[in-house]
């Protein structure tokens, strides 16, 4: 069964920075993508980075909201994911969930990010 860790959520103020980690644990085969989504409340999840598998490139890509102050890195000798957000802002305020899929499509528990203005 694979499990899906995430750390780093919490409490900052606009302008500050936080790092999310997600690792991944179980039986793990040829993982196509690993990925950040968030959803706020009342809205629906929303896709904020996604990290491509492709051999020896990682291609990365951004929601237009993030471009620019968020960064989506991979470690692969521990299946961990990594989402630096910096330059926070309160409309980043949501849960954080981090995804990963292979063949199947596994989801994190969720961590909070909460900015204050």
């Known amino acids: 069964q694979v499990q899906l860790l995430e750390s780093g959520g919490g409490l900052v103020q606009a302008g500050g920075s936080l790092r999310l980690s997600c690792a991944a644990s179980g039986i793990i085969f040829s993982i196509n993508s690993m990925a950040w989504y968030r959803q706020a409340p009342g809205k629906q999840r929303e896709l904020v980075a996604s990290?491509?598998?492709?051999?020896?490139?990682?291609?990365?890509n951004y929601a237009d909201s993030v471009k620019g102050r968020f960064t989506i890195s991979r470690e692969n000798a521990k299946n961990t994911v990594y989402l630096q957000m910096n330059r926070l802002k309160p409309e980043d305020t949501a849960v954080y969930y981090c995804n990963l899929a292979t063949s199947k499509t596994y989801w994190g528990q969720g961590t909070q990010v909460t900015v204050s203005s």
């Open positions: 990290i491509t598998f492709g051999g020896n490139i990682n291609y990365a």
